[in-house]
């Protein structure tokens, strides 16, 4: 057998082990710098600068004004007020969402009749527009609506989604709703390689269905688990459609404002970016902060 | 890890320079040629299917007498806002030479972009305008008192009403009591009662920075005797009559006589409610759904119907710095704002344009059709948006704080008020 | 699988489905009313299907066009994305290069950053800079590889067993063989998972066509039907309906996409590439 090539020790602490990696990457990194990384640095730009913008061939003054967009924002109420919604909204869903579709995932792995029926059913509403599907909500939660006549006295005094109360919970279970086909369908994926042995396995050993779930599953899951939190949470910090389609500007009293609905409506509909590029800044920063602390959670062994 | 995420920090930096480089600067528009030439054009329409109408016929007139300086005319691109789809052409560089739908408010933020052509610089301009418009159009100057916008259409805002449903309460439907605050609360209140209707009368009460253009500020223009809400850039509605009109809605509000949630499509055209707060522009959506009559906006103790303001609801046509054939823009301005077109566009679309002399010029339309006499006397007595900086955040700013006091009746009336008058006069100040 | 156990769970499955596609139901059966009916008794069709509304969407806006525009927008992504992607997922799982963790590193990124934070900048740069307005390649391009698939066909590559690759590498193989002739036949499952989660995105996607294109000819099938309901809509006889009728045709064709791939989501794939 021929000895493996060798390489020089040069180019490997260059360009690492198999540089091949770096040709393959490279249109996907390309597309990061033009499409993201350009963007991004923009926006961090103008959140430290008084900017708008001006039509092509404008001279406008654009002075850099260091933290006072971040003051003017982290002083917002209406700034404030929406941060501590997406808070909210977080811990509802999250955890309904991990829950419930590594539960619906493993059920619907096995072989049982319907199948098909039963996987599209879970994963229909992921599918749809929020354009469609939030009419039908807005329709079955009005105060005359399906749900109010059904619960008779036990209805809700303002309505749903006018109640100040109730209008960011009620979204929590929408979205919760809507995207739990996603994850269903990154749990299916995962489940795929818990191996069948294991769980003989542990039927060998005398484990009921309980037992083996929460030892064989839930483990062999792992990590998609911490995916499926982590995007849960970056998906619902950067909650924007579904404010904007059901509430119209942030609900009753900002109830059920999120912060990108407040940084769109401060960047786009009042022109004034840098704000706008300010609430994104911390937003993100928030969120990578969670994520960070999640992930250091979940993968504690 | 940390190296990595240092170094991904460092790369959004050096990106962050990389765009700064590139964004600010650029060279000057040679303004002078393009306000000169003359050749083909681009116009947006609204969507508005009789205003489409009138300005396609409008395009096809002007294009057979001027075969060089064709006219291609389409409907704006849909959005939620139509600001939202201009901003975005201004920043793009392609917005289109007029817009047919450019809304007051939006100018003063449009004319910061540096995306719009201050109509003075065209030497016939201001002569044009105050011959058309009269006095009214200082409400649409700049505060560099120069002209941004031509003053185009307006529809003023009335009170319409279901003759059928107030027949049904026990009202009478040719002269129901609307004109002070005390006779429309009993009439609504009594159209509830009955059953009548679901709500008396159904604005909407979402958070959109314009909702307020439909239920606070036409009655605060009447009420006020034709204030603006900021008038040298100070807030006006710190008064008794802002807090006059704004306890009237609140107990409409807290009377149940309109809900606080709301409707997906026409309450009143849909026979949900029984009043609605709009303009001419809806007359042939109503036409054989409602069976409709007008009044004026109710005022506290009553004026002569002569004698009250209300919101114009204006969009106004205004020239983009975009455009390179400027002259002929000016010219078919000015074509399509004359006495033929602008009697064109009443009687296709049943708006009001902004003339001085609409009850006379067109006199014999307006007593064919005596629905639309009301809104015509009303023309004269409008009261746009104030033409200030940050205008958008102002009555974004103006809103949520009513939605909260008013609507919800979460905090004090007038309590909300004089904080958001102290707010939006900070607003107007700022550049 | 034992079957005697599984009929709770089998009931329990089938009331979940059955909420979760009421919403659905109602959608359907809207849109086949001639008039708009908020009663209990709604949910029962019993004046009669029509295809009125259908027929009056048609009529608004061309829904053969948007759909075909819709194809285009999707179809580009899910092909960029999965090529790309499967390249540049391979090379973070498998490859050692250098720059790899800060690529990583900025993958991640971009999940955590709203789109709304970068829409206007990215319009500047499409529109004015690169003059891609009103094009299909405007439309596909911030969106042209995505990123969670990526990160997909990473997770899936890392984990593949290392033997697999180690053996290869011992017999002499070089990398692009290996990726050729192992790595990418493997990839089935993921790609399937990839190309169903890719497509929802610009299948539905709103803001961003609507920002780069105003001619209305190049429009895909969410934008027009948004733009519909905002301003059109108030003007049809049952415009609640013909809303309805553009969601469900807006929704059929990724329903049918899954219907027809779902099946190979089944545990014995992967397996038998593994064993012996």
């Known amino acids: 057998m021929p000895p493996p090539k060798r390489r020089s020790r040069r180019l490997t602490t260059l360009f690492g082990r198999q540089p091949l990696g770096m040709a393959l990457a490279a249109p996907y990194v390309v597309f990061l710098a033009a499409v993201f990384a350009y963007p991004l640095g923009l926006a961090v730009y103008m959140s430290f600068h008084r900017y708008f913008f001006a039509a092509p061939g404008a001279v406008v003054a654009r002075p850099f004004v260091g933290l006072q967009n971040y003051k003017t924002a982290l002083s917002d109420p209406a700034v404030q007020r929406s941060f501590l919604n997406v808070v909210e909204f977080l811990i509802i869903n999250v955890p309904l969402t991990v829950v419930l579709s590594l539960v619906l995932a493993s059920s619907?792995?096995?072989?049982?009749?319907?199948?098909?029926?039963?996987?599209?059913?879970?994963?229909?509403?992921?599918?749809?527009?929020?354009?469609?599907?939030?009419?039908?909500?807005?329709?079955?939660?009005?105060?005359?609506?399906?749900?109010?006549q059904l619960l008779g006295p036990l209805a809700p005094d303002p309505s749903w989604l006018v109640n100040s109360t109730l209008a960011m919970p009620l979204i929590a279970v929408f979205v919760t709703w809507k995207q739990l086909g996603f994850f269903i369908l990154l749990y299916l994926a995962a489940l795929q390689n818990v191996s069948k042995e294991l769980y003989e396995a542990a039927s060998v050993d005398g484990a009921g269905k309980f037992r083996s779930f929460m030892n064989v599953t839930v483990p062999g899951v792992r990590p998609a688990t911490t995916l499926v939190v982590i995007l849960a949470t970056i998906t619902g910090a950067n909650l924007f459609t579904e404010p904007y389609l059901l509430t119209n500007g942030g609900g009753?009293?900002?109830?059920?404002?999120?912060?990108?609905?407040?940084?769109?409506?401060?960047?786009?509909?009042?022109?004034?970016?840098?704000?706008?590029?300010?609430?994104?800044?911390?937003l993100v920063i928030g969120v990578l902060v969670v994520s960070l602390i999640n992930r250091r959670l979940l993968e504690r062994d | 890890m940390k190296k990595k995420v240092y170094a991904a920090a460092v790369i959004t930096l050096a990106m962050a320079t990389t765009a700064a480089c590139s964004s600010s600067g650029g060279t000057t528009a040679s303004g002078g040629s393009a306000l000169t030439a003359h050749g083909p054009i681009k116009v947006w329409l609204s969507n508005n299917p009789e205003e489409v109408t009138w300005g396609t016929s409008m395009v096809k007139a002007w294009n057979a007498a001027h075969p060089k300086e064709l006219v291609t005319a389409q409907q704006i691109p849909a959005g939620k806002t139509s600001e939202e789809v201009i901003g975005a052409a201004i920043t793009a560089g392609n917005a289109p030479c007029l817009v047919y739908n450019t809304s007051p408010s939006a100018v003063p933020g449009f004319q910061k972009q540096g995306g719009l052509v201050a109509l003075d610089s065209f030497p016939d301009a201001k002569a044009y305008i105050q011959a058309r418009n009269g006095t009214a159009a200082d409400q649409y100057k700049s505060p560099d008192g120069k002209f941004y916008q031509l003053p185009w259409k307006s529809n003023p805002v009335m009170i319409f009403y279901n003759k059928d449903m107030m027949k049904k309460a026990g009202i009478d439907p040719s002269a129901p009591p609307l004109s002070t605050y005390a006779d429309f609360l009993a009439t609504s209140k009594k159209i509830v009662a009955s059953g009548a209707a679901k709500a008396a009368i159904w604005p909407a009460p979402t958070s959109e920075f314009f909702q307020s253009w439909f239920d606070f500020y036409p009655l605060y223009a009447a009420e006020s005797g034709g204030k603006q809400l900021i008038e040298n850039n100070k807030a006006t509605f710190d008064s008794a009559a802002g807090k006059s009109v704004a306890n009237f809605w609140r107990t409409i509000y807290a009377d149940k006589l309109a809900p606080q949630e709301v409707y997906t499509g026409d309450s009143?055209?849909?026979?949900?409610?029984?009043m609605a707060v709009v303009g001419p522009w809806a007359i042939p959506v109503y036409k054989g759904k409602v069976n409709w009559g007008v009044a004026p906006v109710p005022t506290s103790t009553g004026m002569p119907a002569s004698a009250i303001h209300t919101f114009s609801d204006a969009k106004n046509v205004a020239i983009y710095s975009a455009c390179k054939n400027q002259g002929t823009a000016w010219d078919l301005l000015k074509f399509s704002t004359s006495q033929a077109q602008d009697g064109a566009l009443l009687t296709t679309t049943g708006q009001m344009p902004l003339r001085q002399d609409v009850p006379t010029v067109y006199a014999s339309y307006l007593s064919t059709h005596p629905s639309y006499k009301m809104f015509a006397d009303q023309v004269a007595r409008t009261v746009e948006v104030p033409n200030v900086n940050n205008s958008i955040a102002i009555w974004q700013a103006f809103r949520d704080s009513y939605s909260s006091s008013v609507i919800f009746g979460k905090t004090p009336v007038d309590a909300a008020l004089t904080s958001t008058a102290a707010k939006v006069t900070t607003l107007a100040g700022q550049p | 699988m034992s079957r005697t156990r599984s009929w709770p769970r089998m009931v329990a499955l089938v009331i979940g489905a059955i909420f979760f596609l009421f919403p659905f139901y109602y959608m359907i059966i809207g849109?086949?009313?001639?008039?708009?009916?908020?009663?209990?008794?709604?949910?029962i069709p019993t004046h009669g299907v029509t295809l009125h509304n259908y027929a009056q969407i048609n009529a608004s806006l061309d829904l053969l066009r948007s759909l075909v525009n819709s194809g285009i927008f999707t179809g580009g992504v899910i092909l960029a994305t999965v090529i790309f992607g499967v390249l540049a997922g391979y090379a973070l799982a498998r490859l050692h290069f250098r720059g790899r963790g800060t690529l990583f590193a900025l993958m991640l990124l971009v999940q955590v950053v709203p789109f709304q934070l970068l829409i206007i900048p990215l319009y500047v740069m499409i529109v004015r800079n690169y003059g891609l307005g009103d094009s299909y390649m405007g439309m596909i391009l911030p969106f042209a590889i995505n990123s969670v698939a990526v990160f997909i066909f990473r997770q899936f590559f890392l984990a593949l067993p290392e033997d697999l690759f180690a053996a290869a590498r011992i017999d002499g193989a070089s990398e692009l063989r290996i990726l050729w002739s192992i790595a990418l036949p493997l990839v089935r499952p993921a790609l399937l998972t990839v190309v169903l989660i890719t497509f929802i995105g610009p299948w539905n996607e709103l803001l961003w066509p609507f920002l780069v294109t105003k001619d209305v000819s190049l429009q895909p099938l969410a934008v027009s039907l948004a733009n519909y309901i905002s301003n059109v809509a108030g003007r049809a006889t049952n415009p609640y309906g013909a809303i309805l009728a553009g969601s469900v045709v807006l929704a059929a064709p990724v329903v049918a996409l899954f219907v027809a791939f779902q099946k190979h989501f089944t545990s014995s794939e992967l397996g038998s590439g593994v064993k012996g």
């Open chain 2, 268 to 274: 009143f055209a849909d026979q949900k409610a029984a």
């Open chain 1, 108 to 148: 619907l792995n096995g072989a049982i009749r319907g199948r098909t029926f039963l996987r599209v059913a879970y994963y229909v509403p992921y599918v749809t527009a929020s354009v469609a599907v939030v009419a039908v909500w807005l329709f079955l939660f009005s105060n005359g609506g399906l749900v109010n």
């Open chain 1, 252 to 282: 009753p009293d900002g109830a059920s404002a999120s912060p990108v609905l407040v940084m769109y409506q401060k960047g786009i509909e009042q022109g004034s970016p840098d704000i706008a590029a300010a609430i994104g800044v911390i």
């Open chain 3, 31 to 43: 849109s086949l009313q001639a008039k708009r009916d908020t009663s209990i008794t709604g949910i």
